[in-house]
């Protein structure tokens, strides 16, 4: 079974609103990064956070990670319409290999103008 | 430029038949892998390398196999025995072993009829 679960499935915003989306997970984690992919094509990694970092910035990304309650929340701030696309969470866990990814269902984030 | 590339884009196969897809990468990582995504839905692991002549099973291997001659090459071949591999196939690398990003490929669109 897949390892994160995102909430909302998808996503519909106004061009220059904050956009929030959830991950979950249920065995303890090595760390947890968030990737972005555009209809048809590859990922792109966004971010990485450590299981011993509460929280981490990128530009307009804010990423926050709570062990305790196994989820993570990914905040896009002044959404642009580029932005819209699927987004993932993937953790890394432990007993799971030193880099292998188990990446969750995603959230498809729509930006409109 | 560095980078990963799949091809073909998209590939067509009568049922019964195998089918190879090319992964290639020049970014001198050790580690490479294969996903397979679903409409709607994440990433499944299908084989993973972590050094040349070295690739173990994922989570759906069955159907698959792959070879690890060459550091810059990870190809995949879907078999007559996958029961239903018509899918969006994503081929990724990382540096190693550790807590790394993966970077992807831009995929290739299997359709078996």
């Known amino acids: 079974s897949q390892q994160g679960e995102e909430d909302p499935q998808a996503l519909s915003i106004q061009e220059g609103e904050n956009a929030t989306m959830n991950c979950s997970y249920k065995t303890s984690i090595n760390n947890l990064q968030w990737y972005r992919q555009n209809s048809g094509r590859g990922l792109v990694h966004l971010i990485l956070i450590r299981s011993n970092e509460r929280e981490k910035h990128s530009g307009r990304l804010r990423v926050t990670l709570d062990t305790s309650k196994k989820s993570s929340s990914l905040l896009i701030t002044a959404s642009r319409a580029a932005d819209t696309a699927s987004y993932f969470c993937?953790?890394?866990?432990w007993g799971g290999g030193g880099n292998k990814l188990t990446f969750g269902t995603g959230t498809q984030l729509k930006v409109e103008l | 430029d560095g980078g990963i590339t799949q091809s073909p884009k998209y590939l067509f196969r009568k049922e019964g038949q195998n089918v190879t897809l090319s992964c290639e990468q020049n970014?001198?990582?050790?580690?490479m892998y294969w996903y397979r995504q679903d409409p709607g839905q994440g990433l499944r692991l299908i084989y993973y390398s972590q050094i040349v002549n070295d690739f173990q099973k994922g989570d759906i291997a069955e159907g698959y196999s792959v070879s690890r001659e060459k550091k810059e090459s990870f190809p995949l071949t879907v078999t007559s025995a996958q029961k239903n591999p018509t899918a969006f196939y994503l081929c990724?690398?990382?540096?190693?072993?550790?807590?790394?990003?993966?970077?992807f490929g831009p995929g290739t669109r299997l359709t078996v009829t």
């Open positions: 993937a953790t890394d866990f």
């Open positions: 970014l001198n990582h050790d580690a």
């Open positions: 990724a690398s990382s540096i190693g072993t550790g807590v790394h990003e993966q970077y």
